[in-house]
């Protein structure tokens, strides 16, 4: 477990949850409706490091507290620190933050109750799945103060069409979690009373597999994307290899024929 859990001033701003495999890391910071600190990126990519060679950990969930799930970057810890220096720093934090979801060996779910904007909307989009309840509200209005939504829109862009991303970011208009699902930022959208067990329900079954099998997947899922269609199939045909000689491979097909649970190892 991480040592993060145990430091009062990380628990402000980030808490976590171990159950059965699955890990919610939730955003503790109410007031600021979430937003993104250095303080808070610093805790969630902490933590998301240490899930990384958690053997325990099956799946990770991000979920928030408050009256919003994430208002993007702290505006106000922005200004309060302007320059060259200072805002590259802190661009480039986030971006490797946003990375760590991508290249994370678990999958990652965002479990959304309530508003994501600007970098909240990107955190959504950098998630491998995305769950959102009926009154979730997807924007990036960055460009309404004249900030134009620029690394946002590398997770938006890679998670939705060309034509929506460029909607979203161009006019700053909220879109609704149905229009959002429609779009592919989120997979579902549930009533809001119902937002838990849909989550509950997808970890669940994603714990359940091999995890050896959903590392590589999710690794070779992200590389294929990068890659052209002739490349993509060379690529994705090694991992197969690779992934048929594992033992849990051999176990899963086993257990299949001789119609039985299977037992992962992992390997």
Not at 141 to 162: D, E, K
Not at 228 to 255: C, F, H, K, P, Q
Request: proline share 4%; with cysteine.
């Amino acid at each position: 477990m991480s040592a993060i859990r145990h430091d009062p001033t990380t628990e402000r701003v980030l808490l976590r949850d171990d159950r059965q495999g699955v890990t919610t890391l939730t955003l503790n910071r109410p007031q600021a409706r979430n937003a993104l600190s250095r303080a808070l990126m610093t805790a969630l990519k902490a933590e998301l490091d240490a899930v990384a060679v958690e053997d325990s950990v099956k799946v990770v969930v991000l979920a928030a507290n408050g009256a919003a799930f994430c208002a993007g970057h702290d505006l106000r810890e922005m200004r309060a620190n302007p320059g060259r220096e200072n805002y590259e720093a802190l661009f480039r934090q986030c971006s490797e933050m946003m990375t760590t979801i991508v290249r994370l060996p678990k999958p990652v779910i965002a479990k959304v109750h309530a508003m994501a904007t600007a970098a909240g909307c990107q955190l959504v989009a950098s998630c491998d799945l995305a769950f959102a309840a009926q009154g979730a509200m997807f924007a990036t209005p960055g460009v309404n103060i004249g900030l134009f939504c620029s690394t946002p829109m590398v997770a938006l862009s890679r998670a939705v069409g060309r034509k929506k991303a460029m909607e979203m970011l161009l006019t700053g208009r909220p879109i609704d979690a149905e229009e959002a699902t429609l779009a592919g930022l989120i997979n579902r959208m549930v009533p809001a009373d119902e937002l838990d067990a849909a989550v509950e329900d997808t970890t669940r079954l994603i714990a359940g597999k091999s995890p050896l099998a959903l590392s590589i997947g999710k690794e070779a899922f992200y590389r294929q994307l990068e890659m052209g269609l002739d490349d993509a199939y060379v690529y994705a045909s090694e991992v197969m290899t690779r992934n048929m000689l594992a033992r849990d491979a051999g176990e899963g097909i086993d257990a299949f024929l001789e119609k039985r649970e299977p037992v992962w190892c992992g390997c």
